[in-house]
C-alpha cells in the first residue's frame, strides 16, 4: 500500500499537468481515462525532474510577462512628470451643482471662442454663490465648524 504523502505527491502532480496542459472543469471539455493515466505516469516520474519542469516552467513564465507599449512620439499629447502640474482648462470650466457635485459642459469644445468666454464668466460667478451657500449650510450642520476645503 502506498504512503499518504505518495498519495497526495502524484495527486498535487496529476491536477499540476492537468492544469498545465489546458484543462478545466467545464462541461465542454472532458478528460479521458487515457490523458489521466498518462498525466498520473508523469507526475510518478522522478521528483528532480519533476522539479526541473517546475524551473523550465517558472522560466518560461517570466518571458512572457506583458511589457507596457513605448511612449507615443505624438507632440500634442501632453506629458507630464513628477512634480509638475497640468491644466485643463481646454476642457471647460468645472461647474459646481446645488448639490455639491461637479461637472463640466458637454459641448465646450464645439462652442465659439466668445460663448466659451461669456460662459466661463457666468458659471464662475454662479459657482462662487453655490460654495457661499454650500458653505453656509455646511456650517449649519456641523454646528459653526467651519471647512474651507470647498
Known amino acids: 500500500m502506498a504512503s499518504p504523502i505518495k498519495i497526495y505527491y502524484h495527486l498535487f502532480f496529476f491536477f499540476f499537468a492537468a492544469m498545465s496542459s489546458g484543462f478545466t472543469a467545464s462541461s465542454s471539455s472532458s478528460i479521458n481515462p487515457r490523458q489521466a493515466a498518462m498525466a498520473m505516469a508523469a507526475a510518478a516520474g522522478s521528483s528532480s525532474e519533476s522539479n526541473r519542469n517546475i524551473e523550465d516552467q517558472e522560466v518560461n513564465n517570466k518571458d512572457e510577462i506583458p511589457q507596457l507599449p513605448t511612449a507615443d512620439p505624438d507632440k500634442d499629447i501632453p506629458t507630464i512628470k513628477l512634480g509638475e502640474t497640468i491644466s485643463f482648462e481646454e476642457m471647460g ?47 449649519k450642520d456641523t454646528g459653526g465648524a467651519r471647512d474651507d476645503s470647498l
Open 93 to 139: 470650466p468645472v461647474i459646481i451643482n446645488l448639490d455639491g457635485t461637479t461637472r463640466r459642459i458637454d459641448n465646450w469644445d464645439t462652442m465659439t471662442e466668445q460663448e466659451q468666454k461669456v460662459a466661463w464668466r457666468r458659471i464662475s460667478k454662479r459657482n462662487e454663490e453655490r460654495r457661499k451657500k454650500l458653505l453656509e449650510q455646511q456650517e
